[in-house]
């Protein structure tokens, strides 16, 4: 299980302002993941243990996670993605994370394979590459 980050490049907080509060999010341009048939919705815990459904201007919406990132990177607005996507721009300071306090939810990732008595070697491979390089 991982947890996404809310994050945004630096020049869109600073022309924007930076939220300190979940609510402020209602007032920012949203980077949203959404395809044919669905559009992700964000869901926040508060410190308190209050849940937020945040609704704020969706200035873009993407089928991919690499896109979104990319937007994101570029200054277009605030996008909810997972760590190990925008980890290293964290880092490098090409994003900054807001609201870090702000419990996000988990992502599940779960590797789905026929049942097999001896489970091929190159699928017990890739099982275990996801599980080391996911849980960093």
């Not at 609510?23 to 949203?32: K, N, P, R, T, W």
């Not at 044919?36 to 969706?58: A, C, F, K, V």
């Not at 980890?87 to 599940?108: C, F, H, M, Y």
Request: glycine share 8%.
């Amino acid at each position: 299980m991982l947890g996404p980050v809310l994050c945004a490049a630096p020049d869109y907080l600073d022309r924007n302002g930076e939220p300190i509060a979940a609510e402020q999010l209602g007032s920012h341009d949203l980077l949203l993941f959404a395809d044919r048939h669905s559009r992700q919705n964000w869901q926040l815990q508060e410190e308190d243990g209050t849940w937020l459904r945040i609704q704020g201007r969706n200035r873009l919406r993407l089928d991919s996670g690499e896109a979104l990132r990319t937007a994101c990177s570029q200054g277009l607005g605030i996008a909810l993605l997972p760590r190990f996507l925008v980890g290293e721009d964290i880092a490098a300071g090409r994003l900054r994370q807001i609201l870090p306090k702000v419990s996000t939810g988990t992502v599940n990732i779960v590797a789905l394979y026929p049942h097999k008595k001896l489970l091929e070697p190159r699928v017990r491979h890739f099982i275990d590459l996801l599980v080391e390089m996911l849980s960093n």
